[in-house]
């Protein structure tokens, strides 16, 4: 990395990320800088990365997540916190195992069966090396500064032995219980899913009709119930009614039939049923309904399993549909019931469907021995820590979700049918069936001495990536990190997994740790393509972090996430923004390189200067940015942060500033003024910088190596403080001079005066705004082009020939005489003047159009309302230049 030097040549002409970023990543990791050590005198500050999944690398929206924390951490870190950004990558069972089986069939043809469990879990670590080493290395190419001399992953020793030890101290306190109860079961991935694993999406489909007969009420008595399962039928052990449904009280007690089986059931009354859905008779099948399951333990039902974990008909649903899909059964089902003259009708009907969020199978609810946690205590005290503040989410609108969840919330199955994750630490006794659970593998029963065998499901993915803000830092035991970095400050992730780990994580941290694990939650939403849609394989629309960088480098990806971005809010990607975040990225290095050009060989920025108007208001427009900087962090408004950065060094500084500072580098400028404008360049220049260093690392880095007297990394500088520089006094006339060159800009544009002709410009205003305007002489001539300036009072007689505009309580005039062809300019003006009318009419005339007022849409009337009035400024504005000009 160049070091400082004033004078040419310090910066090349022109800034490529791809000579740059490799090279100065090395330089912040050789000098230690994202290491974070427990200094006793230092303040942690402390961000738990969320880890991604093993399965793939990084997409767009891991960018986002990612960029917001390391834009927090490297601002800590520059206030002088010991910040840790703790990564990490997640082992993701479903997901991992699934690509893997995947990759197996795709390659070798081969299932995990054929290789064994042993086999497979080798072939999943062989996996896992390698794409966290790829995850770890785009995150390294996007300038993320987490200490990776701490990296984790949820299936290290250290973590599984904080998972046991989870596992067996909620076991032995009553809070997990095994047993038969319905759960959510994928037959794609074949395993029990829980009930935020399940995504619910709203289709058509029918809405059956079925008599089923009552041979108690006479020859052709029948109960109609209607049913969007009519394969499930075959599993019914009841009919049920409401116990204040008139319709059916007279059947309430007597025996139905079951179609196609001739079960006899019971027809029952109870509350849980809706009456107004279907003709308010309803089917109870225990073993594949949640609410009839409930309904059915509690008028002990008989439970009959018909469809199986493949998704297939058992024996009991029948020798005619033993061995059916469970879609393939329905549609036999309904033919079958049609042919028995028992299928009343069916209607098309609208319901939510439950898919797996993983591999969008829908989901079959079933009966099964499965492993839970009881959430009814430990749900208490983390409705309380949000209830009572300890833990607040920005937007405050995102705990009111959370709070829905948790009072809402259900017992969790955290066991999987699968064979990657934390093994359940539960084994049973092959002579005695006592259940031996425990964190280290026991020899033998504790009751009777016999052999054991262990459970072979595995835990959810969820249940380690609970203890992630802990267990990352030695917990259970009683680490030195543990007592500095913890509890955590802010969590950032997607609204999406809320449930799936914001809960989890929350209510885990109070129970075993006794404090809620952060006490900010920063959402951000879902990073959407340019037309609004989710990105995904399906629709080829997702973008790859990676490829942004190559082509424009990791700053300007940076720029573009967090531009305009606010929290909870979904955001489009443009490739317009990235562009964009380019751009700018080449104003302030352009703005460097001219600075370093100018400064003179002996320039010290430590020198006392005597600062002119322009300098003192650049500096305290820097104190009042810095103060609305650190006003939006404190908001967590990363995306204004950037915008009063981008506005203040575009268009205040770059635009601004460093235009009025050119006339001081003229050879006629006593020394006093250059020297100003130079410290004044500089402490500008530095403060931007140590600003914007958190969002766009890369270049700004650079810069800063080449400022004068740099001895250190700007990763490692303070951050700015308002206090740093001298508040502007008063009115120093700046914004009178800004007003002016911007109204005889636009005057010259209407007239098409190229930048390069100096013209006259006679400015009317009072005595003051004059003294004014008379002490930026030299800076109004130049900015404006002004060969000739003229000031006048305020009474002045309009000028002929002359164009004319306002700024302020100042009257702006520009003589066009000798400067452009009149007549020609005349004759332009009129034929502009006559479209516009033409169109004024037009216009009108639609509006005068009853039939049109009355028949178009609302917007597109609106539309032509606003086009009319356009067009009446125009013509006004026209007619005024013509008068001015003589035409």
């Not at 109870?270 to 109870?284: H, N, Q, R, S, Y």
């Not at 262990?454 to 835990?459: E, K, R």
Request: with cysteine; charged share 25%; hydrophobic share 40%.
């Amino acid at each position: 990395m160049s070091k400082g030097k004033a004078g040419e040549g310090a910066l090349p002409t022109h800034y490529n990320p791809e000579d740059v970023e490799e090279r100065i990543y090395r330089t912040w990791e050789e000098a230690g800088s994202f290491r974070a050590e427990m200094d006793p005198d230092a303040t942690p500050y402390t961000i738990m990365m969320p880890p991604p999944n093993v399965t793939s690398n990084l997409h767009v929206g891991h960018a986002l997540d990612n960029t917001i924390q390391d834009v927090l951490i490297r601002k800590h870190r520059m206030q002088g916190y010991e910040a840790l950004w703790q990564p990490g990558t997640d082992h993701a069972g479903i997901a991992t195992q699934h690509v893997v089986s995947a990759r197996l069939a795709e390659e070798r043809g081969l299932t995990r069966h054929d290789l064994g469990r042993e086999a497979f879990e080798r072939e999943i670590w062989k996996w896992k090396e390698v794409y966290e080493a790829s995850i770890i290395n785009q995150m390294r190419r996007l300038g993320f500064s987490a200490d990776w001399t701490r990296t984790r992953f949820t299936m290290d020793d250290g973590l599984s032995r904080a998972v046991r030890h989870v596992f067996v101290n909620l076991y032995r306190d009553g809070h997990i219980y095994r047993g038969h109860y319905m759960i959510n079961w994928c037959v794609g991935c074949s395993t029990a899913l829980s009930d935020m694993e399940v995504e619910h999406e709203e289709r058509e489909g029918g809405l059956y009709y079925v008599a089923y007969p009552v041979p108690d009420g006479g020859a052709d008595a029948s109960i109609t119930i209607a049913t969007t399962r009519p394969e499930t039928i075959l599993g019914d052990t009841a009919v049920a009614v409401h116990p204040d449904d008139e319709r059916f009280s007279h059947l309430v007690g007597m025996t139905a039939v079951v179609p196609l089986v001739d079960r006899p059931i019971p027809i029952i009354a109870d509350e849980a049923v809706d009456p107004e859905f279907g003709t308010g008779a309803v089917k109870i099948t225990p073993f594949h309904d949640p609410n009839d399951f409930e309904m059915g333990g509690r008028r002990e039902l008989e439970r009959v399993q018909v469809i199986d974990e493949a998704g297939r008909m058992t024996e009991a649903a029948g020798e005619d549909y033993h061995g059916l899909d469970r879609f393939e059964a329905r549609e036999k089902v309904v033919a079958d019931l049609g042919e028995l003259g028992q299928l009343v009708k069916v209607e098309k009907h609208t319901h939510a469907v439950g898919e797996c969020h993983r591999c969008h199978s829908v989901v079959e609810p079933l009966i099964s021995r499965q492993w839970f946690v009881s959430m009814r205590e430990l749900a208490q005290p983390a409705i309380d820590v949000v209830r009572d503040g300890r833990v607040t989410f920005v937007p405050e609108r995102f705990g009111r979700v959370y709070l829905n969840w948790m009072d809402n919330i259900r017992d969790w199955c955290i066991s999987r049918q699968l064979w990657w994750g934390h093994r359940i630490p539960a084994w049973y006794c092959r002579e005695c069936d006592e259940i031996v659970v425990a964190e280290e593998d026991p020899t033998e029963c504790t009751s009777c001495g016999g052999s054991l065998v262990q459970d072979p499901d595995v835990l959810d993915t969820w249940f380690s990536s609970a203890l992630w803000p802990f267990s990352t830092l030695g917990w259970p035991e009683d680490t030195p990190e543990m007592d500095y970095f913890f509890p955590t400050d802010v969590l950032v992730t997607g609204w999406d997994i809320i449930p799936f780990w914001v809960v989890r994580m929350i209510f885990s941290s109070l129970e075993h740790v006794g404090e809620a694990p952060f006490h900010t939650v920063l959402i951000h939403g879902l990073v959407l393509d340019p037309e609004g849609r989710k990105m995904s394989k399906s629709l080829g629309n997702g973008v790859d972090p990676l490829d942004v960088v190559d082509k424009y480098g990791a700053d300007a990806l940076r720029f573009s996430l967090l531009f305009g971005n606010s929290p909870g809010n979904e955001m489009r990607f443009f490739w317009e923004r990235v562009e964009a975040g380019r751009n700018f990225s080449n104003k302030i290095w352009n703005a460097c390189r001219f600075t370093l050009m100018n400064l003179d060989a002996n320039f010290n920025p430590n020198e006392p200067v005597d600062y002119r108007p322009e300098d003192r208001w650049i500096l305290g427009r820097l104190a009042e940015v810095v103060a609305e900087v650190e006003g939006d962090f404190g908001d967590y408004q990363l995306g204004e942060v950037l915008r009063s950065i981008y506005d203040f060094a575009w268009s205040e500084f770059c635009d601004w500033y460093i235009e009025m500072a050119k006339i001081r580098f003229a050879d006629d400028v006593p020394a006093e003024s250059r020297r100003a404008a130079h410290n004044t360049l500089v402490r500008v220049l530095d403060g931007i910088l140590r600003l914007l260093h958190p969002v766009m690392p890369f270049v700004t880095e650079e810069m800063w190596s080449a400022l004068p007297e740099r001895t250190s990394l700007l990763i490692d500088a303070s951050w700015p403080e308002a206090t740093e520089y001298p508040p502007a006094p008063g009115d120093l006339g700046i914004d009178i001079l800004r007003d002016v060159v911007r109204t005889v800009r636009n005057l010259r544009a209407e007239v098409n005066i190229p930048p390069s002709a100096r013209i006259s410009v006679i400015c009317a205003a009072p005595p003051r705004t004059r003294e004014v305007l008379q002490a930026f002489g030299e800076q109004l001539a130049g900015l404006a082009g002004i060969e000739d300036l003229d000031l006048v009072d305020e009474t002045l007689q309009r000028p002929t020939q002359a164009l004319a505009g306002v700024a302020g309580d100042v009257q702006v005039f520009m003589p066009l005489e000798g400067v452009i062809d009149l007549p020609r300019e005349i004759e332009r003006l009129e034929g502009r003047l006559e479209e516009a009318r033409s169109n004024l009419s037009r216009s009108a005339g639609k509006l005068d159009n009853e039939d049109f007022v009355n028949r178009a849409p609302a917007e597109v009337v609106q539309r032509e309302r606003e086009r009319l009035a356009d067009l009446e400024k125009e013509v006004e504005h026209l007619e005024i230049r013509l008068r001015e000009l003589g035409g």
